[in-house]
């Protein structure tokens, strides 16, 4: 019987370390001039979702989107609902867009684990 051992790839191999390979998702963040300026890349959908929505917009009102370069296509983005305070003031409302439906339980999940480690983090705040 034949065995072949395969040595562990070391990091000149791996795709992310080599210098042409581009990560699979890209987070671009528009100015206010218009132009989508690239601000986070990364080849983990969980890293990326998480990035996603906790990135801020470079002004009021600004688009965030989530680009999946393997696939060509807009994952997720950002959508701004304006609302007048009883004040007259208008406070803009973020919602979060995911157009590919896994990249979206993935960030409903991420959001029950952070609620979760929330309550946790308080409730042994108080027993302490």
Known sequence: M?????????????????PNHEPRYQIFRQSRAG????????????????????MAPAFEGGAIRLWDNAAHHLSASV????????????????????????LGVLA???????TMRQEIHHSLRLSA
């Open 2 to 18: 034949k065995t072949n051992i395969l040595a562990p790839r070391s990091d000149a191999s791996r795709p992310e370390t080599q």
């Open 35 to 54: 132009n989508f300026m690239p601000e986070f890349k990364t080849d983990s959908p969980a890293e990326a979702v998480e990035m996603f929505a906790l």
């Open 79 to 102: 959508e701004w609902r304006p609302e007048q305070t009883a004040f007259g003031f208008v406070v803009y409302h973020r919602t979060n867009l995911y157009h590919d439906r896994l």
């Open 108 to 114: 409903r999940h991420i959001a029950e684990r952070e």
